[in-house]
Each structure stands twice: as structure tokens, then as C-alpha cells.
């Protein structure tokens, strides 16, 4: 066999077996897109119930509380980036971090530090590569996000927030993550959590007008228990949103890896037969010459 | 007294436990325990962990283990928003 049939044929090999991988891989995605979809609709009964109690006692209540008073000098600023643990996902984690990036300049140029908190392993490889730090971190199942992950991060990120600035505190929060609009569509999307903007539109159709609610024990109590709650059901959404995002982002990507696959399989199976019949063709030849010239000597 | 059923919804952090009618809801707040029937006033409250109890308008009862959660009461709908919340 020749030497370049058989490059050929190696190469058909490989793209072939890369094509199972990425084939299974875009197949446990597609199926995995359904469950978190359902997980995300299934919370979402909880976020806008909180939400709208959040938006009640914020409307009608004229009480100073720290989480809802924006502070007069804002020096530090916490952005917590939603990216994957895994890659083969498209753009999906570099998408979120680059708007990250331009939240950060934005943020800078308003004057303010930046500190950031870090969700899944690409996000922090994205750090450690750069030699730039994080204050938090947390990896491992941003494909199955838990509702006790999000709760450590609500409370990371409230101590932080009612730290005073001077001492390591944070006076703002923003999130960064991947929304999931469709299957082909997954916009990042920056999102300020504290000082609270309470801008929900699916909470507040404008036909149902917020009742002038009774408070027990008082509204600031109320408050006090309240928001720490909303800002764990808004991470856990962004999570759950991050999550469903990750599946479709790389269910995409790795259906065009098996559809490139697919094309180089051919393309190689195309020059293989061409080498093949080369070889053919050449042998004919030099068996017909050698004859020609047995025959014409023995003349 | 209104004959109104209330609608209550009892959800957790990452479903909707349960949901339907009632005629009376029984939940322990950090105040006490407060009984709310058809007509009461919006209301917004703490609820200290422990049971909620439906009463349904065939009479039967449907109980719920609620912990970290709120109450609110508007117009005859009851949401009971907890972070963990079973029925029992």
C-alpha cells in the first residue's frame, strides 16, 4: 500500500472517531437542554413570587434599608461571572466573560474597583491564566446548578455587600451570565443585583396593582428576611439560565463538529480513492511496460 | 363570611409544591400562629418553620412543612414562598 493512501486513511480514521465523540456529546446535550429548561420553569414560580413581595414592600414602604438606598460613593464594585466548568461549548463562556470585560472598563472608568466572583472552571482558568485574582470561586456542576450553591452565594456576596467599603466591602453588585432566549439563542446579559432595581417586567403586569400589604412582624424585618432570599432566587435563576445556555451552546457547537467531521470524512475518503486508483494505474502500467520489453527482447 | 374560596400556592425553591383551593390556611408565623379566611387584608409575614395547614373546601386537610418562608395574602390569593417546602 502506498505511503500517501495510507496518511489518508489514518486521517479518515481519526476524524472518525472524533465525530463519535462529538456526536455523542451534541446528543447528551439535546437531551440534557429539556431538564434544564423544566428546572428553569419550575423555578420560576418561586423568583416571581418573591419578586413581587420584594417589589410590594420596596413600593409601599418608605422605610431606609441599606439594600434598597443606593450609597452616595460607590468605590467598589462586585461582578460575578457566570461561565462554564466545561468547554466544547461554543462561545459560550468567552461570550460572558468578554461582557464582563466591558462591564469592568465601564466600571472602571466610573472611577471604581472591581472585585470579582467567579462561577465554573473556564471562568477561573480565564483568571489564572492572566495572573489576576478573584475573591471567590466555586466549580463543579454549573450544568446542574443547586439551589444550596446559590445560597453560598447569596451569603458571600450580602456579607460583602454590608461589609463597609474601607474594610473590603462591596457597595454594588452586578451579574453576568448567559440568558437562554432559545435553542439557537443565548445573549449574556448584565444584570445589577444590589443596590436593588426592582425592574421585573414579568412581575408587574400593569394590571394588577400592588396591594397596600400588612407587615408581621414590621416592614423592616420583613425587608431584612426578604432580600437575602431574592438575591439567592436571582442567582439561582441566572444559574438555572446558565445553565440551560451551556446545553444549547454546545449542542450547537457540537453538532457543527460532527458536520465538519462529516465533510473532512469525505473529503479524505475522496483523495484515499484517487490515491488508490493512482497506485492501480501505475502498477497496470509497469506490468505492461515490463512485458512490452520481454517481448520486444525476445524478438 | 365570603364563600370565596382562597387560591393558595405553596412553592419552593425549585417547584411549585402545591396549588389549588382552600377555604381556610393555618400557618405559623414569627409572631404566632395566624388562621386567614376568604376576605382577609393583604398581608405580608414571616413564617417561622413548621406546618401550614389547608383546609380544602371538601373538608379535607392538606399539610405542608414549610421553613425559611413568607406569607403573602392579597385579594384572596395566598402565595407561601419557602426555600424548602414538602408536603407532609
Known amino acids: 500500500m502506498g505511503a500517501q493512501l495510507r496518511v489518508y486513511r489514518q486521517k479518515i480514521k481519526s476524524a472518525q472517531t472524533t465525530k463519535k ?79 464582563a470585560e466591558q462591564l469592568t472598563e465601564l466600571l472602571r472608568s466610573q472611577g471604581k474597583d472591581v472585585v470579582y466572583y467567579l462561577v465554573g472552571r473556564k471562568a477561573l482558568a480565564y483568571f489564572s491564566f492572566r495572573r489576576r485574582v478573584s475573591e471567590r470561586s466555586w466549580t463543579g456542576a454549573t450544568d446542574q446548578p443547586q439551589f444550596d450553591t446559590a445560597q453560598e452565594i447569596g451569603e458571600a456576596l450580602l456579607e460583602a455587600f454590608l461589609r463597609e467599603s474601607d474594610d473590603g466591602g462591596v457597595d454594588e453588585i452586578h451579574v453576568v451570565y448567559n440568558r437562554f432566549v432559545s435553542m439557537v439563542t443565548q445573549v449574556p446579559e448584565v444584570v445589577r443585583l444590589l443596590p436593588l432595581e426592582v425592574v421585573e417586567g414579568e412581575a408587574t403586569d400593569a394590571a394588577s ?65 484517487n490515491a488508490r486508483q493512482t497506485e492501480i494505474t501505475q502498477q497496470i502500467s509497469e506490468i505492461v511496460g515490463g512485458a512490452d520489453a520481454l517481448s520486444s527482447a525476445k524478438n | 363570611m365570603a364563600s370565596a374560596p382562597l387560591s ?63 406569607l403573602s395574602v392579597e385579594n384572596d390569593t395566598i402565595t407561601i414562598v419557602a426555600r424548602k417546602a414538602a408536603l407532609v
Open chain 1, 209 to 273: 396593582v400592588l396591594p397596600l400589604y400588612e407587615f408581621e412582624p414590621e416592614a423592616e424585618t420583613v425587608l431584612d428576611a426578604l432580600l437575602p432570599v431574592y438575591i439567592e432566587s436571582r442567582i439561582f435563576n441566572a444559574m438555572l439560565q446558565s445553565a440551560a445556555s451551556e446545553h444549547a451552546s454546545r449542542q450547537k457547537a457540537m453538532k457543527s463538529a460532527s458536520d465538519n467531521a462529516d465533510k473532512l470524512i469525505k473529503d479524505f475518503t475522496r483523495l484515499s480513492n
Open chain 1, 21 to 99: 465523540i462529538t456526536r455523542a456529546m451534541e446528543l447528551i446535550s439535546a437531551s440534557r437542554i429539556q431538564k434544564a429548561q423544566a428546572r428553569v420553569a419550575a423555578s420560576t414560580p418561586y423568583s416571581r413570587a418573591i419578586t413581587r413581595a420584594v417589589s410590594a414592600v420596596a413600593t409601599y414602604s418608605n422605610i431606609e434599608h441599606v439594600l434598597t438606598t443606593e450609597p452616595e460613593v460607590i468605590n467598589r464594585a462586585a461582578v460575578v461571572i457566570f461561565a462554564s466548568d466545561r468547554g466544547l461549548a461554543g462561545a459560550f463562556s468567552s461570550q460572558v466573560l468578554r461582557e
Open chain 2, 8 to 70: 393558595v400556592s405553596v412553592v419552593s425553591a425549585d417547584q411549585q409544591v402545591w396549588s389549588g383551593e382552600a377555604t381556610m390556611v393555618v400557618a405559623r408565623t414569627v409572631e404566632g400562629e395566624i388562621g386567614i379566611l376568604a376576605g382577609h387584608e393583604p398581608l405580608l409575614a414571616i413564617l417561622s418553620s413548621g406546618e401550614v395547614r389547608l383546609t380544602l373546601p371538601d373538608g379535607s386537610k392538606v399539610v405542608a412543612e414549610a421553613a425559611d418562608g413568607f
